[in-house]
């Protein structure tokens, strides 16, 4: 039964701001078994947002949930699994604008979903593509991030830190100290759009924790990429001790 599909979907026009932070403060977050996989000798997390749409939850479309918004703060890690080096990717936050969503995921994925207003614009020209993604929670300032980028797609090159970045093709999550969630991402190699400007305005302190200001307030990224995404199917989860 764990071989079998949990969820299919399209994830498109997906933003990363990344940036290198200490991976000391990483540590706590990690599930049971995985390590922190470095790019060049460099932890990074990515603030994400991207749309997800025409969802399919075992071969369903709920009404008034197959398409929205997501934003997420994501770093990777890897897990040896006996045999081969897995490439993933596990999750400060993530937030949705659908309660159902975000019990889902927790419930059967021991995600870290939460809900909040969320809107989002895509406007395309022939000389300018422009995403924005936007979002406010109870009690705290609005947060949006956005980009400008030529509309010309290209292809991600290999070695490049977007190959680091999207080619990571499993989900971890913690579920008690000694046991790991996993589940396995599939879809095809993305292209992606080159950045010509962005925007991030985040209450990262209340959104993400005191210990990730410092390596974003006030900061450059180290990279902001947006890729058009593709179909994707997401497994089953599977419990693995480590």
């Known amino acids: 039964m764990s071989d079998r599909l949990f969820l299919q979907a399209r994830w498109e026009y997906l933003v990363m701001f990344n940036y290198e932070v200490d991976p000391m403060i990483l540590k ?8 922190i996989d470095y790019f060049n000798g460099k932890a990074l997390v990515s ?15 709920w009404p008034w949930h197959v398409n929205f918004e997501e934003v997420n703060l994501r770093y990777y890690v890897k897990r040896f699994d006996g045999s081969i080096w ?17 019990t889902i995921a927790n419930k059967f994925y021991n995600e870290h979903y939460s809900t909040a207003k969320m809107k989002h ?6 000389d300018n ?21 030529r509309p010309v797609l290209q292809d991600i090159l290999a070695g490049s830190e977007a190959e680091y970045i999207f080619e990571h093709y499993y989900g971890y999550n913690k579920l008690d100290e000694s ?8 879809h095809p190699r993305w292209q992606i759009f080159p950045v010509t400007g962005y925007s991030i305005t985040c209450d990262i302190g209340s959104l993400y924790g005191q ?28 419990k693995i001790k480590a």
Request: charged share 25%; aromatic share 10%.
């Open 179 to 186: 046991t790991s969630i996993e589940y396995e991402v599939n």
């Open 86 to 102: 897995k490439s993933g990717v596990g999750f400060v936050s993530e937030i949705v604008p659908r309660f159902m969503v975000a």
């Open 28 to 35: 706590p977050h990690l599930p049971p078994g995985t390590e």
């Open 129 to 149: 593509l422009f995403i924005e993604y936007s979002w406010k929670k109870r009690k705290q300032l609005p947060n949006r991030i956005s980009v400008n980028a």
């Open 47 to 61: 603030v994400v947002g991207f749309l997800f749409n025409d969802i399919r939850v075992l071969g369903t479309r």
């Open 211 to 238: 210990e990730f200001v410092p390596f974003i307030i006030n900061r450059q990224p180290d990279s902001v990429l947006l890729a058009r995404g593709s179909s994707v199917t997401v497994k089953r989860p599977l």
């Open 121 to 126: 614009r895509v406007e395309e020209s022939s």
